[in-house]
């Protein structure tokens, strides 16, 4: 029982960070159907930049907005230098330019911030809970408190916000949108910051959990957010964040009750693969929601 | 640079050709996204390299053993990709990179964590191989791929793909057997990775499950994407180009792949056809120099490109 309940709690934990990660990609890709590995750059470098933060006020809350602040500026940046030109040009194409920038980026980190592990020990002035028999970190409490509102903002946010109705329409169809007088170029700009700004915030609240920060950090978020927004049903964020928690809780239920039979990562897209097969547009499909 | 460090690098080179010339047959004609061909390549170099250490097999028959091996793999991903469309598709291959390499990991049959090695070199009589031998046979099977991907581009099933590849439906309807097409090849496109494999592992002489991973898989697709998606000659290119890369900037090792992501990036947002894709600015200039030969092909004729594209007549 125990076990159990440790492993919900680390489950849901993960799940959080998962869904505060995959959130920016599933936007963007309901927005232009492009899938944006580039935006695990972004949580890499919201960590960097909140470490440099912490290290120079000791103020956690700083940490976090340096952090969302840096991650917003790259979105910004690899929406309009990157991705806004070659929108025509098929899926393939942007996902290797973003494969491109992530491969870049992560060797950028590594010059700039060194290419060793550096530790982030921030403490958070939260206090560690006692759920169910087991400790809960600070941090974690941190994490567990967005994981419990990140669902509900993201609901208000498509469904309350002029912003959200914007992102409903143009995903729906891009040029009847723009036809309407929707101002394309700002949605997407504000995807961009909004979604880099949230892996940033997921960077640096990663980077707090497991005391490290390292340049290829970004590597195992990036494949594994795209099989969270593929799962939960591409260009669906509620879809998304359902996979996200999911797939968080299978992972550790899975590690704790079976041991290491195989990597955590492969668990992911086996379950990915098993899923689409049976539902092969994912758990919950964009156009089904959107209409 | 050694002479023989020079036939290494090419040989590095022709077998990363013969994987995208292969991956092409896939995207480029079929339409299909594949981001796993990396592991068919692992999957004909385990082959290979497990039946040549443990059971003896001459280099020569591991070859139809590694592209058999690859094929049949490449049949499951076919079978996939009927069910999957497009994002879908791409996902689940990126996801296949990390299943095999557990399998490679996990199963005692491929060697565990540490792989298979001491991989022996293959030989014809009593002569072993060398760099050149490795470098003739790759060539050789260079030569084999691009003549299967030019003999399809000329038959029914190759215009049968690119139908496939424009509209689905609309093939389907106009009498395609879509679903077998796909599946063929899918196929086709695995079992030639595997006969990389075969080269690869005698090659490298040892085979380790992350060598075959997603990152490989990437450096594939983005050499074909590179050089032109569905032009042989950009596959060719795009495996030469970023193939040498690491050599050419080793003397600045430190950014190499830096450099990588830079160019790759740099293409794909100026020139998103690749070097020799439809209406590249190669051709384009190319067309303006040499009219008369390649005049008839129509180079960079159509929209987009600007003023260059007229040419002189």
Known sequence: ?291 | MSLDYLIVVLVTISIYAILVVSLNIVVGYAGQPNLAQGAFLGIGAYFAAVLSVRYGWSFWWTIPAAVGAAGVAGFVLGAISLRLREDFLAVTTIGLNFVVVAIFQYVPFFGGAVGVYAIPLPSIGDHQFGNADFLAVGLGMLAVVVGISWYLERTWFGAALLAIKDDETAAAATGIPVAPYKIGAFVLSSALAGLAGALYAPFISAVTPTSFGFSESVVILAMLMFGGLGVIGGAIAGAVVLGALPEVFRFISDYRLLAFGSILVFMLRFQPQGLFGEHSAVLATIGRVVPRRLGRRDAGSGPGRGPASDGPA
């Open chain 1, 1 to 291: 029982m125990e076990v159990f309940a440790s492993s919900a709690v680390q489950g849901i934990v993960q799940g959080s960070l998962y869904a505060l990660i995959a959130l920016g990609p599933s936007l963007t890709y309901g927005l232009l159907r492009i899938l944006d590995v580039a935006n695990a750059a972004g949580l890499t470098l919201g960590a960097y930049v909140g470490l440099e933060a912490y290290s120079a006020t000791g103020q956690w809350w700083l940490a976090l907005i340096a952090g969302a602040m840096a991650g917003a500026v790259l979105g910004w940046l690899i929406q309009r230098l990157l991705y806004r030109p070659i929108l025509g040009r098929g899926p393939i194409v942007p996902l290797i330019a973003g494969i491109g920038v992530f491969i870049a980026a992560e060797e950028a980190f590594r010059l700039v911030f060194g290419p060793y592990n550096r530790t982030f020990a921030a403490t958070l002035p939260l206090p560690a809970l006692q759920v169910a028999g087991t400790q809960v970190t600070g941090v974690e409490t941190l994490i567990l408190l967005i994981g419990v509102t990140v669902f509900p903002a993201t609901w208000w946010l498509l469904r309350r916000t002029s912003l959200g109705l914007a992102w409903r329409a143009t995903s729906q169809d891009r040029e009847t949108a723009q036809a309407m007088g929707i101002n394309i170029g700002r949605v997407i700009a504000s995807i961009f910051v909004i979604g880099y700004a949230l892996a940033a915030v997921g960077g640096v609240l990663v980077g707090v959990t497991y005391n490290t920060v390292y340049p290829t950090m970004g590597d195992i978020p990036a494949y594994k957010m795209l099989a969270i927004i593929v799962l939960g049903g591409l260009g669906n964020p509620l879809g998304t964040i359902l996979a996200a928690m999911l797939i968080g809780l299978v992972e550790t239920f899975v590690v704790a009750y079976f041991g290491f039979v195989l990597p955590r990562d492969a668990i992911a897209f086996i379950a990915l693969i098993l899923i689409l097969l049976v539902r092969p547009r994912g758990l919950l499909p964009g156009d089904e929601v959107v209409q």
